[in-house]
């Protein structure tokens, strides 16, 4: 992982929330998932990530300024931003301020760093 990791502010429900995907959340997919982020996310085309995935991977990230959120709350979250938001959020803090073509998208629609340093 690089060590540039981008916070990125949304708000959602009338609350401000901060997203980061770094360690601790690449830690928690990893202990959910049995695998880390990048290799959850180049296991499948990313319109076929079902609601636990999305769930969980807004859950690691929402988790380093917001520990205490229920998995209900993010939920909550996830449907007043809706899909392509909460994508866009989850892209911008992996891509940790680079331009967006440090970020590609693979042949199955997985989202991937396009440099070595930026895998997870």
């Given at each position: 992982m690089g060590h540039n990791i981008a916070d990125v502010p949304f708000e959602a429900g009338g609350k401000k929330y901060i997203f980061r995907f770094g360690f601790l959340a690449d830690k928690m997919i990893q202990k959910r998932f049995g695998m880390p982020t990048q290799k959850l996310l180049?296991?499948?085309?990313?319109?076929?990530?079902?609601s636990d995935e999305i769930t969980e991977?807004?859950?690691?990230?929402?988790?380093?300024?917001?520990?205490?959120?229920?998995?209900?709350?993010?939920?909550?979250?996830?449907?007043?931003?809706?899909?392509?938001?909460?994508?866009?959020?989850?892209?911008?803090?992996?891509?940790?301020?680079?331009?967006?073509s440090d970020l590609e998208v693979a042949s199955n629609g997985a989202a991937r760093p396009t440099r070595a340093t930026d895998s997870i």
């Open positions: 180049a296991s499948k085309p990313q319109d076929e990530f079902g991977l807004f859950t690691a990230g929402l988790a380093w300024h917001h520990e205490n959120l229920t998995e209900r709350e993010t939920m909550g979250i996830l449907d007043e931003l809706g899909g392509e938001r909460a994508v866009t959020i989850f892209l911008q803090s992996l891509r940790r301020g680079e331009p967006e």
